[in-house]
């Protein structure tokens, strides 16, 4: 049974940090990139970040670059998203799951391989 669990939301004060994780079974976790994708309410799902599985390369949206930062521990199957210096404009639900990821032509997807390839998601709040 495929698994995309994350954790790690909460509320934080603008500029304050979050570390999401996203704990993953049940399918080939070194052989899929995972991207992180958010969705506001009242606003299209937005791809955020993701990373490869060939060599971690990785790509972020221009609206969270320089402040986010996506990992990858193909052991523990987990994939983290550290956030820092964060706005209200940040403010969403999280989702990991498995997506197109072109590093190469810094693209990503937000419709997963097949639908239980996606988390149910964290939320983030950023307010103060």
């Known amino acids: 049974q495929v698994q995309l669990v994350e954790s790690g939301g909460g509320s934080v004060q603008p500029g304050g940090s979050l570390r999401l994780s996203c704990v993953a079974s049940?399918?080939?976790?070194?052989?899929?990139?995972i991207g992180w994708i958010r969705q506001a309410p009242g606003k299209e799902r937005e791809g955020v970040s993701c990373?490869?599985?060939?060599?971690?390369?990785?790509y972020y949206a221009d609206s969270v670059k320089g402040r986010f930062t996506i990992s990858r521990d193909n052991a523990k199957m987990t994939v983290t998203l550290q956030m820092n210096s964060l706005k209200p404009e940040d403010t969403a639900v999280y989702h990991c799951?498995?997506?197109?990821?072109?590093?190469?032509?810094?693209?990503?997807?937000?419709?997963?391989?097949?639908?239980?390839?996606w988390g149910q998601g964290t939320q983030v709040t950023i307010s103060s």
């Open positions: 799951a498995a997506v197109p990821c072109d590093t190469h032509s810094q693209r990503m997807g937000i419709v997963p391989y097949q639908d239980d390839y």
């Open positions: 049940g399918f080939s976790f070194e052989k899929h990139a």
């Open positions: 990373i490869s599985s060939a060599d971690g390369s990785t």
